[in-house]
């Protein structure tokens, strides 16, 4: 990780998501108990997954039989000898940990132990604050998933997410490039492990008239993000934001822009930068109108979640309807066809009405899927959900399955590189080699 905060990197008055948690009123699960006390994988403890067929993040290997030692894969091949405690895998598939490559944590360890119960052994935070000492905590407990995160991103003053929270709450944003810099400077010093910057005029989320970055300051906060050895990563759901954060040198778009269907310059522009996409869809489903009601029903995911979640899963944002929700999904394949790398994330947050339609660990599973109803296949879905990302974010540890990467594994019933809806169908997940209580569907 880009380092462990001693404190809370935030100026006088800033408002982040943890803030939102309490003016919902769910402050109180700031750091909650998750029912389990953390695990510290035993290095000699040895797990044999025999039988199973092995996607390894980017193919499917021939291998049949994975061994853990501790925390670490050290053995993948056909065959192999049984050693230790033996997991029966036949007409199972083994995957790597997936990683949920957009969400809000809030500080609550409640929503990674969601996230780990769905085999989302990772969680890349684009916007959240940790009180002191807590991100040391969580990254030593493996019934949580793992994190990396962006603290709060730059904004101006009074811009998004300044809509979401109640009139008595005042974020203070960044109004000049210096201003921005000495933000970024300041998180980063915290343990910032990339930058954020959000370019949102609240167009499509029922906020027209936001304040917006000014184009010097996002150049400034690129500059100053890749001056620190930093990626810098842009929230941008419309067309023309888009364009203004590839121009100013961002590494990633968190967002696939909505408003409007896509060129063939924009996308040229974002394949030749070589910058990926993160598309979030199921978010872009909900702001377009859809829930994730048929989510939440399924048996394979509703025993898992609490009625609060239940309930914001199955609602809807409906903020926009300027565009369909199919010219997304031909965006982001036009985009994919194009070279350019995409990401599997959710955006998940809390469960409130005004953040909708999606929930911790089990809208990725729906991310998959509608990644393949834009047109990756199913192989390619899940790299964007485990190398890939792993790629981009220099996680050299995880995302595949391979000797000596940590053993952060998924086993479902069926085989989900030819139907991708078979990730649900949870057997088994291990975080660092421990097995994770309560994931198995019943």
Same mark, same amino acid.
């Given at each position: 990780?880009?380092?462990?905060?001693? =404190? =809370?990197?935030?100026?006088?008055?800033?408002?982040?998501?943890?803030?939102?948690?309490?003016?919902?009123?769910?402050?109180?699960?700031?750091?909650?108990?998750?029912?389990?006390s953390?695990?510290?994988?035993?290095?000699?403890?040895?797990?044999?997954?025999?039988?199973a067929?092995?996607?390894?993040?980017?193919?499917?290997?021939?291998a049949?039989?994975?061994?853990?030692?501790?925390?670490?894969?050290?053995?993948?091949?056909?065959?192999?000898?049984?050693?230790?405690?033996?997991?029966?895998?036949?007409?199972?598939?083994?995957?790597?940990?997936?990683?949920?490559?957009?969400?809000?944590?809030?500080?609550?360890?409640?929503?990674?132990?969601?996230?780990?119960?769905?085999?989302?052994?990772?969680?890349?935070?684009?916007?959240?604050? +940790?009180?002191?000492?807590?991100?040391?905590?969580?990254?030593?407990?493996?019934?949580?998933?793992?994190?990396?995160?962006?603290?709060?991103?730059?904004?101006?003053p009074?811009?998004?997410?300044?809509?979401?929270?109640?009139?008595?709450?005042?974020?203070?944003?960044?109004?000049?490039?210096?201003?921005?810099?000495?933000?970024?400077?300041?998180?980063?010093?915290?343990?910032?492990?990339?930058?954020?910057?959000?370019?949102?005029?609240?167009?499509?989320?029922?906020?027209?008239?936001?304040?917006?970055?000014?184009?010097?300051?996002?150049?400034?906060?690129?500059?100053?993000?890749?001056? !620190?050895g930093?990626?810098?990563?842009?929230?941008?759901?419309?067309?023309?934001?888009?364009?203004?954060?590839?121009?100013?040198?961002?590494?990633?778009?968190?967002?696939?822009?909505?408003?409007?269907? !896509?060129?063939?310059?924009?996308?040229?522009?974002?394949?030749?930068?070589?910058?990926?996409?993160?598309?979030?869809?199921?978010?872009?489903?909900?702001?377009?109108?859809?829930?994730?009601?048929?989510?939440?029903?399924?048996?394979?995911v509703? =025993?898992?979640?609490?009625?609060?979640?239940?309930k914001s899963?199955?609602?809807?944002?409906?903020? +926009?309807?300027?565009?369909?929700?199919?010219?997304?999904?031909?965006?982001?394949?036009?985009?994919?066809?194009?070279?350019?790398?995409?990401?599997?994330?959710?955006?998940?947050?809390?469960?409130?009405?005004?953040?909708?339609?999606?929930?911790?660990?089990?809208?990725?599973?729906?991310?998959?899927?509608?990644?393949?109803?834009?047109?990756?296949?199913?192989?390619?879905?899940l790299?964007?959900?485990? =190398?890939?990302?792993a790629?981009?974010?220099?996680?050299?540890?995880?995302?595949?399955?391979?000797?000596?990467?940590?053993?952060?594994?998924?086993?479902?019933?069926?085989?989900?590189?030819?139907?991708?809806?078979?990730?649900?169908?949870?057997?088994?997940?291990?975080?660092?080699?421990?097995?994770?209580?309560?994931?198995?569907?019943?």
């Open positions: 990780m880009g380092g462990t905060m001693n =404190s =809370s990197p935030q100026r006088p008055g800033l408002v982040s998501r943890r803030n939102l948690l309490q003016a919902a009123g769910l402050g109180g699960l700031l750091l909650a108990a998750t029912g389990a953390a695990q510290a994988p035993s290095s000699d403890v040895v797990v044999t997954i025999k039988g067929k092995v996607f390894d993040g980017r193919w499917v290997l021939e049949d039989t994975v061994i853990v030692e501790g925390s670490t894969i050290v053995a993948v091949g056909r065959g192999l000898p049984p050693r230790g405690t033996v997991v029966e895998g036949t007409g199972a598939t083994l995957l790597p940990g997936l990683i949920d490559s957009h969400t809000h944590i809030g500080a609550n360890v409640k929503n990674l132990r969601d996230a780990l119960l769905f085999g989302v052994t990772t969680e890349l935070e684009m916007g959240g604050e +940790w009180p002191p000492g807590a991100r040391k905590q969580a990254e030593v407990n493996d019934t949580i998933a793992d994190f990396r995160t962006s603290y709060d991103g730059v904004t101006p009074g811009g998004h997410p300044a809509e979401l929270l109640p009139p008595n709450i005042v974020r203070l944003g960044s109004a000049t490039p210096a201003e921005a810099r000495k933000y970024v400077d300041t998180i980063v010093a915290g343990g910032a492990d990339y930058i954020k910057i959000l370019i949102e005029g609240g167009e499509v989320l029922g906020h027209p008239g936001l304040p917006v970055l000014s184009t010097a300051i996002v150049e400034e906060t690129v500059t100053a993000a890749h001056d !620190h930093k990626m810098a990563l842009a929230h941008a759901l419309t067309i023309l934001n888009a364009e203004r954060a590839v121009r100013a040198g961002v590494d990633g778009l968190a967002h696939v822009f909505i408003d409007r269907p !896509h060129t063939n310059e924009i996308v040229r522009l974002i394949a030749r930068s070589h910058t990926f996409v993160t598309p979030c869809l199921t978010l872009n489903s909900s702001i377009m109108g859809g829930n994730g009601k048929a989510l939440a029903d399924d048996p394979r509703t =025993s898992k979640l609490s009625p609060a979640w239940r899963l199955s609602g809807s944002m409906n903020t +926009w309807r300027g565009n369909t929700f199919q010219s997304v999904l031909e965006t982001v394949a036009a985009l994919h066809e194009a070279g350019v790398d995409i990401l599997a994330g959710t955006d998940a947050s809390v469960p409130i009405p005004s953040l909708s339609g999606l929930a911790h660990g089990a809208s990725l599973h729906d991310e998959l899927r509608q990644l393949v109803r834009a047109g990756l296949t199913p192989v390619e879905a790299r964007a959900a485990t =190398s890939t990302p790629r981009r974010f220099d996680l050299r540890d995880r995302g595949r399955i391979a000797p000596g990467l940590r053993a952060d594994l998924l086993l479902v019933a069926g085989d989900p590189t030819r139907n991708i809806t078979d990730t649900l169908s949870i057997k088994k997940v291990w975080k660092r080699g421990v097995e994770v209580i309560g994931a198995a569907v019943a």
